[in-house]
């Protein structure tokens, strides 16, 4: 028991002891205190000189906390440009501009200039379908020495009534050139629908001979359904002149002889092909006159405002089809 009461009394001295420091310390503290606000009261000079230790003490400090902080962005920045190059390691464009900004940081480290980033103008990789565009919808291409409009309800074997070759010969006592467009527009037909090897020339002669060229005219309205009879063809009168009804003649496979009048084709009548139509609704020519216009697409009520106002032998606009005898 004794030595019990003696070790309680060790502890109550210690306690004591450590209270009647920490007493004093906070004395010394709070004294210092009230004397170092008296002092920057009463003496700023002293003041100042024993201040100043701790506040260069602290500028140190914080200059090295900013120091600390500036190393860690350029750390984080360094950091973030390798992730940036190592990501897009396969993108050219990307990588140049993550080079770029590597090279703007380090101008920016070095002096206050001004930062341009330029993208890589190196032109990418071009995509192989890029390029790839619908095919015409039409075109004129050579076989066998002949020219073939594309893209109709047949393969049209194109003459044009001024070549050379038969421009100057005659059709009756006229030229084929300014007078041939009949045996020219109707030798397309049949040599495009049939297996006859025409062309302007030798339809000129046949349909001389068969009465159906008029002199100083051209042509007679007549040598439509004459040189359809005449080489296993059917020339039927449209009459019903409406875009529709011209639609479902070239939808069906036939081919539409239009005579035309004053207009986009003629200043007086001339014979054209219609012979195809598209999914918009336009109309693929054959004009004997002109192979620009043979590639262009028209509006068919363009065609039916510019026919001819003849009305004989059919005329102004006949379906052509394949005779089923024949």
Same mark, same amino acid.
């Given at each position: 028991?004794?030595?019990? $009461?003696?070790?309680?009394?060790?502890?109550?001295?210690?306690?004591?002891?450590? %209270?009647?420091?920490?007493?004093?310390?906070?004395?010394?503290?709070?004294?210092?205190?009230?004397?170092?606000a008296a002092c920057r009261h009463f003496a700023p000079e002293t003041y100042e !000189?024993?201040?100043?230790?701790?506040?260069?003490?602290?500028?140190?400090?914080?200059?090295?906390?900013?120091?600390?902080? =500036?190393?860690?962005?350029?750390?984080?920045?360094?950091?973030?440009?390798?992730?940036?190059?190592?990501?897009?390691?396969?993108?050219?464009?990307?990588?140049?501009?993550?080079?770029?900004?590597?090279?703007?940081?380090?101008?920016? *480290?070095?002096? #206050?200039?001004?930062?341009?980033?330029?993208?890589?103008?190196? +032109? +990418? #990789?071009?995509?192989?379908?890029?390029?790839?565009? =619908?095919?015409?919808? *039409?075109?004129?291409?050579?076989?066998?020495?002949?020219?073939?409009?594309?893209?109709?309800?047949?393969?049209?074997?194109?003459?044009?009534?001024?070549?050379?070759?038969?421009?100057?010969?005659?059709?009756?006592?006229?030229?084929?050139?300014?007078?041939?467009?009949?045996?020219?527009?109707?030798?397309?037909?049949?040599?495009?629908?049939?297996?006859?090897? *025409?062309?302007?020339?030798?339809?000129?002669?046949?349909?001389?001979?068969?009465?159906?060229?008029?002199?100083?005219?051209?042509?007679?309205?007549?040598?439509?359904?004459?040189?359809?009879?005449?080489?296993?063809?059917?020339?039927?009168?449209?009459?019903? !002149?409406?875009?529709?009804?011209?639609?479902?003649?070239?939808?069906?496979?036939?081919?539409?002889?239009?005579?035309?009048?004053?207009?986009?084709?003629? %200043?007086?009548?001339h014979f054209i092909l219609l012979r195809g139509t598209t999914l918009t609704g336009?109309?693929?020519?054959?004009?004997? %006159?002109?192979?620009?216009?043979?590639?262009?697409?028209?509006?068919?009520?363009? $065609?039916?405002?510019?026919?001819?106002?003849?009305? =004989? %032998?059919?005329?102004?606009?006949?379906?052509?089809?394949?005779?089923?005898?024949?």
């Amino acid at each position: 028991m004794r030595g019990g $009461i003696q070790l309680k009394g060790r502890k109550s001295s210690r306690h004591l002891a450590r %209270n009647i420091i920490l007493a004093a310390l906070l004395a010394v503290l709070c004294i210092g205190g009230v004397e170092l606000a008296a002092c920057r009261h009463f003496a700023p000079e002293t003041y100042e !000189r024993i201040v100043a230790p701790a506040r260069y003490a602290a500028a140190v400090a914080a200059d090295t906390g900013r120091a600390a902080l =500036d190393a860690a962005g350029r750390f984080l920045q360094a950091a973030g440009t390798q992730v940036v190059r190592f990501a897009n390691w396969t993108g050219r464009q990307i990588t140049g501009l993550a080079s770029q900004a590597a090279a703007a940081w380090e101008d920016l *480290t070095s002096g #206050p200039e001004e930062i341009v980033l330029v993208l890589d103008e190196t +032109p +990418p #990789p071009q995509d192989p379908w890029a390029s790839a565009t =619908d095919p015409p919808l *039409t075109e004129v291409m050579e076989i066998d020495g002949r020219q073939i409009l594309t893209g109709g309800s047949v393969d049209v074997v194109y003459f044009c009534q001024a070549d050379e070759e038969w421009a100057n010969q005659l059709y009756g006592t006229d030229p084929i050139g300014p007078y041939g467009c009949g045996p020219t527009a109707m030798a397309m037909a049949v040599a495009s629908m049939t297996d006859t090897d *025409t062309d302007p020339a030798k339809m000129a002669d046949w349909v001389v001979e068969h009465g159906y060229w008029a002199r100083g005219s051209g042509s007679y309205h007549s040598i439509v359904q004459g040189v359809a009879r005449g080489f296993g063809l059917e020339a039927a009168p449209i009459t019903e !002149r409406t875009p529709q009804e011209v639609r479902s003649v070239l939808s069906a496979g036939g081919m539409v002889v239009a005579l035309m009048g004053k207009g986009h084709f003629t %200043n007086g009548g001339h014979f054209i092909l219609l012979r195809g139509t598209t999914l918009t609704g336009d109309v693929l020519v054959a004009d004997p %006159n002109s192979l620009e216009r043979s590639l262009e697409l028209w509006d068919p009520q363009l $065609i039916l405002d510019e026919l001819s106002s003849a009305r =004989d %032998n059919g005329a102004p606009l006949w379906s052509l089809t394949v005779s089923p005898t024949s």
